[in-house]
């Protein structure tokens, strides 16, 4: 099992927001394990925390807006990005304005600051969500097409065409995320001067700067055009392009460096899922606005694994084995009824037990007809939502899980010899103060046998 990490010390950057031009100060601190990644606005009463996660995206404009109740964080994208890169499941970032500051265009002073202070391993394990089938997100108006295809790593293959003349068609691929630091990081954001111009009416872009992004001029600009540019940037406007392509005299990093930026932006806005997705990504023409409604897909299909028989392969090698359940339960032979766990992953958990001929309760239930008692069943749920709530503890051999109750209990179908129980449970609240409650459903095949509600209290021994 891979280990969640965090950040091993506090790290700060400060610079201006992209749109506003606001001074703002970021500081990235470590955070416990399956706590999340999680932006704090220090500048606001009570300091109010943002989840950077998919549900809080309101705006993908002008960069990804994060909103919960009246407090924003916007343009993370490429902070969040550079946490993708590290593997970073846990901190709290805090920021004094709502904007994460532009730096330098790209997320190459992130990667530098986060790898200067160092990434800690955890001891909560890090799960992911393989693709089992195609996802696809259209807008064909656009000529927008987003799929993600099964495939066991994280694999892109991204392209993009304006119909431009200045900006011509551009590819990319990448088999892993390895080479983020050398090969996407110092990608930096680019632009359409008619986008800038609009922008600039809007009262925006306060913060940008010809040295932080690439400005692409689709026509011939006046001698006017040049000194209103120069007075709006501060610039010299001997340093301003007169003709059609880049405006500033910036050197690209790469020959193709707007689709690096594109899978940049992407690669920052998937983080946002709160999920580590297992896939191959195929991206047409992708901006934030496509990549959160991607993501917002994604997440419907992984929520809808909640409705149904899970998938079983049993192919496919357990995330927790027999030996792994015994470190987590206290049960033993003849009262261990969990065989192994196929899948976890944020609040579930996806259960296995063989029901053979030798079980030793078939000796009296009923020994001319065998099957599974009802409470036997009930009994194998409720240990597989035992390690659903313990499989995230450092030291779970030192607590236990005692249910207080069980309500909604439905036997559908009898369980006999040969069959194979797979049972699902996830948490339907928020765990507080130890108390834990959850649904719990047992299949065999397609079919539901036997369906609970559960709450349990966690003790420490």
Avoid at 88 to 96: L, Q, R, Y
């Amino acid at each position: 099992m891979e280990q969640q990490n965090t950040i091993k010390s506090k790290l700060t950057l400060s610079g201006k927001g992209l749109h506003f031009g606001k001074d703002v100060t970021v500081s990235i601190l470590p955070a416990d394990a399956n706590t999340g990644i999680n932006f704090c606005r220090v500048d606001l009463e009570n300091k109010p925390i943002i989840p950077a996660l998919i549900k809080y995206v309101t705006d993908t404009s002008r960069g990804t807006t994060l909103e919960k109740g009246n407090v924003k964080v916007a343009t993370m994208e490429h902070l969040m990005a550079s946490l993708h890169f590290f593997k970073i499941d846990n901190a709290i970032i805090e920021i004094d304005a709502d904007e994460v500051p532009i730096l330098d265009g790209s997320s190459k002073l992130w990667v530098e600051a986060i790898n200067k202070v160092g990434v800690k391993s955890q001891q909560g394990n890090r799960y992911y969500y393989s693709v089992r089938e195609p996802i696809t997100y259209n807008d064909e108006k656009r000529g927008i097409e987003l799929s993600v295809l099964p495939y066991d790593g994280f694999k892109v293959d991204i392209s993009i065409d304006y119909n431009s003349s200045v900006l011509e068609k551009q590819s990319f691929k990448i088999d892993s995320l390895d080479n983020f630091d050398t090969e996407i990081a110092n990608s930096r954001t680019f632009v359409f001067l008619h986008e800038i111009e609009q922008l600039l009416k809007l009262n925006l872009i306060k913060g940008g700067d010809l040295d932080n992004a690439l400005i692409f001029v689709e026509e011939e600009l006046s001698q006017e055009q040049i000194e209103h540019l120069a007075k709006v940037f501060n610039k010299d406007p001997k340093n301003i392009k007169a003709e059609k392509g880049i405006l500033n005299h910036t050197e690209k990093h790469f020959d193709n460096e707007p689709v690096r930026h594109k899978l940049l932006d992407f690669i920052g806005d998937i983080k946002l899922l709160g999920i580590n997705i297992k896939g191959h990504f195929i991206l047409k023409r992708p901006g934030h606005y496509a990549n959160t409604e991607f993501a917002k897909l994604i997440k419907k299909v992984i929520m809808e694994k909640m409705i149904g028989a899970p998938h079983y392969d049993p192919n496919q090698a357990p995330v927790l084995n027999i030996n792994d359940i015994k470190t987590i339960l206290p049960h033993r032979f003849p009262m261990l009824l969990v065989d192994k766990i196929i899948e976890a992953g944020e609040g579930y958990v996806v259960g296995v037990k063989n029901v053979t001929a030798n079980e030793d309760f078939f000796n009296g239930h009923f020994p001319s007809e065998p099957v599974m008692p009802g409470v036997l069943i009930v009994e194998a749920m409720a240990q597989t939502g035992g390690i659903l709530v313990l499989k995230d503890y450092d030291d779970p051999e030192n607590y236990a899980t005692y249910f207080l109750k069980i309500d909604g209990v439905r036997f559908r179908e009898k369980v006999v010899p040969g069959d194979t129980l797979i049972f699902r449970l996830f948490l339907t609240e928020p765990v507080r103060r130890g108390l834990v409650k959850m649904k719990g459903e047992a299949y065999v095949g397609s079919k539901l046998v036997v369906e609970a509600e559960l709450m349990a209290q966690i003790a420490k021994k």
